[in-house]
């Protein structure tokens, strides 16, 4: 079993940063890939980043490459999600995620544990 615990989320304004944080604890949790989703309200949950278990791999959505950087820690097996030049369409709830098999990274269906969740609001 894995626990993840976001944190980090808050209120932000147009163009400024904020950076989430996901502590992992668990069985085997540094061999698993950790990845970040989220979810405006209405809308599905879609794909932010995602990073390989070693940190040598990472993948982003189209809609934040070159504004994002996902990094992990894995002494303290806490993932990251830096986040810049933020627009209103960022906000969302953010859910950090793991997985410990393969499968298309960008589908919610690939990752095993959840955490709760944290928000992230970018105001105009």
């Known amino acids: 079993q894995v626990q993840l615990v976001e944190s980090g989320g808050g209120l932000a304004q147009a163009g400024g940063s904020l950076r989430l944080s996901c502590a992992a604890s668990?069985?085997?949790?540094?061999?698993?890939?950790m990845g970040w989703f989220r979810q405006a309200p209405g809308k599905g949950r879609e794909f932010v980043a995602v990073?390989?278990?070693?940190?040598?791999?990472?993948y982003y959505a189209d809609s934040v490459k070159g504004r994002f950087t996902i990094s992990r820690d894995s002494a303290q097996n806490t993932v990251y999600l830096q986040m810049n030049s933020l627009n209103p369409e960022d906000t969302a709830v953010y859910y950090c995620?793991?997985?410990?098999?393969?499968?298309?990274?960008?589908?919610?269906?690939?990752?095993?544990?959840w955490g709760q969740g944290t928000q992230v609001t970018v105001s105009s």
């Open positions: 990073i390989s278990w070693n940190g040598g791999s990472t």
């Open positions: 668990g069985r085997a949790v540094s061999s698993y890939g």
């Open positions: 995620t793991a997985r410990s098999r393969g499968g298309a990274y960008y589908h919610t269906a690939s990752y095993d544990y």
